[in-house]
């Protein structure tokens, strides 16, 4: 017998990269540097004198006391997740499954899709043409829709933080609960952390992928109003994160100078990179995270070009409102120069 996914699935296209790998790479938004060997050796140490034949602490207790210490909220407001796509799925399958989720377009490509995977229906709500937050138009399509709203703010692909004026008036006219994915946390001048003593209906969405550089441990996490953590808490799976991810981002955690130290880093180069670009001609949009929204002459065209130089970023010219446009990854300064050099060829070829 066939079987067939039920009809929401069956729309769905699987998340793909197309190309994954080149010598410059420069298309998934990770941090450009390793653990430091000391600190790797930390962890194997830990994971050496644990005992692999048991399950790992349910609930991450050591990894999300770590955690919430670095994000100034007592463990309670704290729930560890596998990855925080993990945690988008479990917010919507604990809020949203049979409703709606609201969220701006252009965004985060795997939320609507995290959306119908919990049974929800995913409702778009344009970014306004300077590609800002439309606060108005999704509180209006949240109440309409009694919908759950999601936002990345840093938002992904456009790189833009929503201001704090722009999330509160969200936050004060929204009819549930605000999902607020700060994965970019740390390379932005302000978190929606801020807002959470004030509003219990707010979830922020950290990752382990980025700031700490960790996106091969798979470690995302809640923080949110203790009610919302033990409601989500009953619809995930006990021992979601497994015992490496947990001793990994754990002792990254705990070391909060040197994650302080490379995000400063990535963002002094993300100046120095937009100047860069900006003395090619290039069109650069502002941006609070880890990468670069660029506009082109001929995105596909100078995608393939740069490929063909060693280079790989990300083509989102297919995006709303973003035609023309190219998405790049801060690198290291190596990278980020190798990345002009190849820019400043393509275009010489495409002239
Ligand atoms: C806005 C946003 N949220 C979530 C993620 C995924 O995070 P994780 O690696 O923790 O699943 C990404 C990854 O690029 C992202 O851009």
Redesign the pocket.
Known sequence: MRVRPRPGVEALRAYRLGVVEAPVKLN??ECPYDLPPDLKEEVLAALRAAPWNRYPPMRADRCREAVASSCGVPPDHVLV?N??????LALFQTFATGGVVVLPEP??S??PALAVAAGARPHGVPLRSDLTVDAQALAQAAQEHRAVVFV?S????TGRAADPETLESLLQRAPGLVVV?E??WGFSPWSPLALLHRYPHLAV?R????AFGL?GA???WIVAHPEVVDAVGRVLPPYNVNLFAQATVEAAARRPELVAQRVREVVAERERLAAGLRSLGVQVFPSDANFLLIRVRDAQETFARLLERGVLVRDVSRFPLLAGCLRVTVGTPAENDAFLEALRAAQEVAV
């Not at 840093?154 to 692909?157: I, L, S, V």
């Open positions: 998934q938004n997740t990855g925080s796509n993990e945690a988008i965004g985060y795997m939320a990345a840093p938002n992904n692909p994915d994965a970019y969405l990752t382990a992928s980025k996106a798979r470690v995302g």
